[in-house]
Every structure is written in structure tokens, then in C-alpha cells.
């Protein structure tokens, strides 16, 4: 089918790339020199790469010598997870059950944070586990769900963590762009980012860390990034991703939009099914992000069925090999299996109007319709 005539409802999986980012792309090729080289093409490619740490730094108001340029979100919080149990001598890691499984690969099921039936975490429990452990303990906590779109009560666990002497990492992937975030204010020890949530090129991401925070290096070689990331700059990525960040602060503009749109879609849903289940609907989230269910109707299904008509949608949960399988996320929510697995993220963005809102439903009502008789 001809791009054109799709409806792309997946922002939270990928942001299409900004036209300002692909010419940001096609003139910093010319620039070829090793940003750790001495001559003028490394000194130049240097001070490209600053610039765009700068811009990265400004988007989430953090310090720009404190962004580390990494491969993406999930690299991101590998480093964070591993880096500062080693460096900063934590004793042991706890995270909510709904993390990225990039954050929950690193901690062990008896350490997760339990969530209510909304997604946010148990801000007791974790009380209690931080009580019971050795400090310094790391906790892990994202920002916005990248299923749900749920917020979570990040003040709320850093100032929980400060009284126990505890870390706190925030996986704020799905931030930027969708709603400000300041890395200061919110007190976190470290964030993660990735440029391709906003427009920015796949493959690049930042570890942004507090001052004086003791992290061991993943990648140790070269000493690039203060000696925290190792290996020759992304120079093409770098720059695409200062690109993003500069127009992802200007894109919090278009937030109301972007919400109605959300709102209008699960209103009509409501209207002509009340058996939807949308999920998180209680619980402040992004404006962008809806996930729903029609008890009986297979994600599979409507993946399959929209992708035909031209609507890019998500399911709760993917593995590598593109099978379905029940979101972790939902789960962990207490919702059943069965519905688990009947639920489809649709996710929004700056590009999207009324007329895709029209498009999901003229293809997916009558599927929903059809499994609810």
C-alpha cells in the first residue's frame, strides 16, 4: 500500500523521522573527521557533537557535561543498572514490574515493585523493601508507560529513596516531546532517553546522570564520553538526535491536539462498545496513548486486520520473533490473560488528525462489533 494512504497510529513504538532531522543528516556527512582527533575536521566534528549535547541537555534541563551518548533507551539502562550497582556501590536493584524489559532483564522477579490496577506502583511496598535492604539500594522507576501511557509518581519514590539513602533511575523514554520533563526538579540520579521516540534518528540514546555521581563504564577503551562510554561517536546519530531534541521542546505545542484525539477515539469507542476496556483511563497518562481490549478479539487479529487497511497499530507486547504474546505490563496490572491478550496500543502523534481517528474505527469497529455479538 502507498505511505500515503497509511494512518501511522505507533508514536510510542517509533516517531517518523522530522525533515529538519534528515537535513541535519545530509549536511553533517561532509564532516568526516574523528571527533577525538587533534586536526580541524576533528576539532569541528567535536564541537558538533557538543553543540548537540547541549540541545539534548536543554530538552530535559539537565547539565550537558552529565549526557552520555549511548546506542539508544535499552543501552541506556543496561548502564544504569550495571554501572551504578558497581560504581556506586549499591546493594541491590528494585523496579517496577511494568519497566521496559530492557530495565526488568537486570532485576530478579522477588525485586519487582507490585503495581495497582491502574499501573502505578505501590509507593508502600516500596517503602518497605528500601526498610528492609542494605543501603544504598538502586531503584528503578519510568516516567510514562510506554503500554499505557500511565505517569508515575516519580517525586514521590525520589523522595522516599532520599530517606533511605537510595538511587533512583528513571527510564523516561517515552517523555520527551509528549510532556516537559525536567531532570533537576524531578531529583532522579539518572535518566534514559532515545532519540527516535521524537523524531530523532533509531540507534541513539543518552544516560544523563547527576553531578558527581560514581558510574562504572559498560564499554571501557578509548575513554570517549568522560571516559563512561567507550568507542567512536555516533557523529550522524548525535547530531540527528540535538536536531530532535531542539524541535521536541517546540512539538509540547501541539500536546492538546494531540490528546483530543485520543479522547474522541475512546469516547467513540465507549459510545458504540461500553464493554472496551481501556485500560489506565483512571490514571494520569500521556495524552497520546491508548491501549484497549475487546474481550474476544485477538490482538493478533486486529493487528493483522488494520495492517491490511493501512493503520499501524502495536500490540500490548512483542518478542524478536514478531509472535504476540501477553503484555508483561497489563499483567502485572492484575488484568487477565485472556484480555491480555486481546489488547492494542494506539499511540499518536504530531502528524495525526481526525481523519485517522475516522480510519482505526471504520476498519476496527466492525471487527470489535463482530467478536462482542
Known amino acids: 500500500m502507498d505511505k500515503k494512504h497509511v494512518s501511522y497510529l505507533d508514536y510510542n513504538a517509533t516517531a517518523p523521522v522530522l525533515p529538519a532531522v534528515a537535513e541535519a543528516v545530509t549536511g553533517c556527512l561532509s564532516t568526516f573527521g574523528n571527533p577525538s582527533s587533534m586536526h580541524q575536521s576533528g576539532r569541528k566534528a567535536r564541537s558538533t557533537i557538543e553543540t548537540a549535547r547541549e540541545l539534548v541537555a536543554e530538552l530535559v534541563s539537565a547539565s550537558a557535561p552529565n549526557v552520555i551518548f549511548m546506542s539508544g533507551g535499552t543501552e541506556a539502562n543496561a548502564l544504569a543498572l550495571r554501572g551504578l550497582m558497581t560504581g556506586s556501590g549499591c546493594s541491590s536493584v528494585v523496579a517496577s ?102 523524531g530523532g534518528l ?28 567507550s568507542g567512536t561517536e555516533n557523529f550522524v546519530g548525535i547530531v540527528a538526535f540535538g536536531t530532535a ?3 521536541a521542546s517546540q512539538s509540547l505545542t501541539s500536546t492538546q491536539n494531540i490528546t483530543a484525539l485520543r479522547d474522541k477515539l475512546e469516547s467513540k469507542i465507549l459510545r458504540t462498545l461500553p464493554q472496551a476496556k481501556i485500560f489506565s483511563s483512571g490514571s494520569s497518562r500521556l495524552g497520546n496513548t491508548c491501549c484497549v481490549a475487546i474481550p474476544g478479539l485477538s490482538s493478533e487479529t486486529q493487528l493483522i486486520k488494520l495492517d491490511l487497511a493501512g493503520v499501524a497499530v502495536s500490540a500490548g507486547s512483542a518478542c524478536s520473533s514478531g509472535k504476540i504474546s501477553p503484555s508483561h505490563v497489563l499483567l502485572a496490572m492484575g488484568v487477565r490473560k485472556a484480555d491480555a491478550n486481546c489488547a492494542i496500543r494506539v499511540s499518536f502523534g504530531p502528524s495525526n488528525t481526525d481523519a485517522d481517528v475516522h480510519r482505526f474505527l471504520e476498519v476496527w469497529t466492525p471487527l470489535a462489533l463482530n467478536a462482542a455479538t
Open 202 to 229: 533509531k540507534g541513539t540514546g543518552a544516560l544523563i546522570l547527576r553531578d558527581g555521581l560514581k558510574i562504572d563504564a559498560d564499554i571501557p577503551g578509548g575513554g570517549q564520553e568522560r571516559n563512561r562510554r
Open 245 to 247: 531534541a531542539l524541535h
Open 97 to 198: 514490574a511494568i519497566e521496559h524489559p530492557s530495565v526488568l532483564a537486570h532485576v530478579p522477579r522477588q525485586d519487582h515493585i507490585p503495581v495497582n490496577g491502574e499501573g502505578q506502583i505501590d509507593l508502600v511496598t516500596l517503602e518497605n523493601m528500601l526498610r528492609n535492604r542494605p543501603a544504598p539500594v538502586l531503584v528503578s522507576l519510568m516516567f510514562a508507560n510506554n503500554e499505557t501511557g500511565v505517569l508515575q509518581p516519580v517525586s514521590d519514590a525520589v523522595d522516599l529513596a532520599k530517606k533511605f539513602d537510595a538511587l533512583v533511575h528513571c527510564d523516561a523514554v517515552q517523555a520527551p516531546g509528549k510532556i516537559p520533563i525536567n531532570f533537576n526538579e524531578l531529583g532522579v540520579d539518572a535518566m534514559s532517553i532515545s532519540a527516535h521516540k521524537f
